[in-house]
């Protein structure tokens, strides 16, 4: 079973990568061709956009409500605010970089590297001032779970923006909710305007 499954994901790479390579896959009997290009394979459906975005608030309004309600130094919330800003990116970064390797997009070692040292060191950051904080346990906690919850939902929601980008560089406007309703109000104003 493992050997079937490792020959599909196989094919579904080279198929991913002749299609964004511009080779178009055709019907030998029709001449009508069938292109297995990035906007019906990886769609998400909007529901999964919208949970994404929502757990995404979730965690990073949770986490910086947690940070400003509490009894922190100045200099010890700036600590984990960066922390928390750092791992973000380092978390995008990431997943990107590996999405790339994986996709056969040329990524060099030592920037795959660096995004594995950013991420780790953001982690370890945040338990080593956990773990030394002077704080309840349950805050701690909380703390913990938020930070865990927001970097699956920014992984996540940069995966979903990545797979509504076509292979111009242009990114559906599902992948950003309402906006799509707000760029149209304003094209109408702006036509109201002129």
């Given at each position: 079973?493992?050997?079937?499954s490792s020959?599909?994901v196989t094919a579904i790479?080279?198929?991913?990568?002749?299609?964004?390579?511009?080779?178009?896959?055709?019907?030998?009997?029709?001449?009508?061709?069938?292109?297995?290009?990035?906007?019906?394979?990886?769609?998400?459906?909007?529901?999964?956009?919208?949970?994404?975005?929502?757990v995404?608030?979730?965690?990073?309004?949770g986490?910086?409500m947690?940070?400003?309600?509490?009894?922190?130094?100045?200099?010890?919330?700036?600590?984990?605010?960066?922390?928390f800003?750092?791992?973000?990116?380092?978390?995008?970064?990431?997943?990107?970089?590996?999405?790339?390797?994986?996709?056969g997009?040329?990524?060099?070692?030592?920037?795959?590297?660096?995004c594995?040292?950013?991420?780790?060191s953001s982690?370890?950051?945040l338990?080593?001032?956990?773990?030394?904080?002077?704080?309840?346990?349950?805050?701690?906690g909380?703390y913990?779970?938020?930070?865990?919850l927001?970097?699956?939902?920014?992984?996540?929601?940069?995966?979903?923006?990545?797979?509504?980008?076509?292979?111009?560089?242009?990114?559906?406007?599902?992948a950003?909710?309402k906006?799509?309703?707000n760029?149209?109000?304003?094209?109408d104003?702006?036509?109201?305007?002129d």
């Open positions: 079973m493992l050997f079937i020959i599909y790479r080279y198929v991913t990568k002749a299609t964004r390579a511009g080779i178009k896959l055709t019907n030998i009997k029709e001449d009508e061709g069938m292109s297995l290009g990035n906007d019906q394979f990886n769609r998400p459906t909007p529901a999964y956009v919208y949970a994404t975005w929502g995404l608030a979730v965690g990073v309004l986490y910086l947690g940070l400003w309600n509490a009894d922190l130094a100045l200099n010890e919330k700036g600590y984990y605010f960066t922390v800003l750092f791992s973000m990116f380092a978390a995008i970064t990431l997943q990107k970089t590996v999405r790339d390797k994986q996709e997009f040329p990524v060099t070692k030592v920037f795959v590297g660096m594995w040292v950013a991420f780790s982690i370890a950051l338990v080593i001032g956990l773990v030394n904080a002077d704080m309840f346990l349950s805050e701690k909380f913990a779970m938020s930070f865990v927001s970097l699956f939902a920014v992984i996540t929601v940069q995966k979903n923006i990545r797979d509504l980008t076509n292979e111009y560089g242009e990114t559906d406007p599902s950003f909710p906006s799509s309703v760029i149209d109000t304003a094209l104003a702006a036509d109201i305007i």
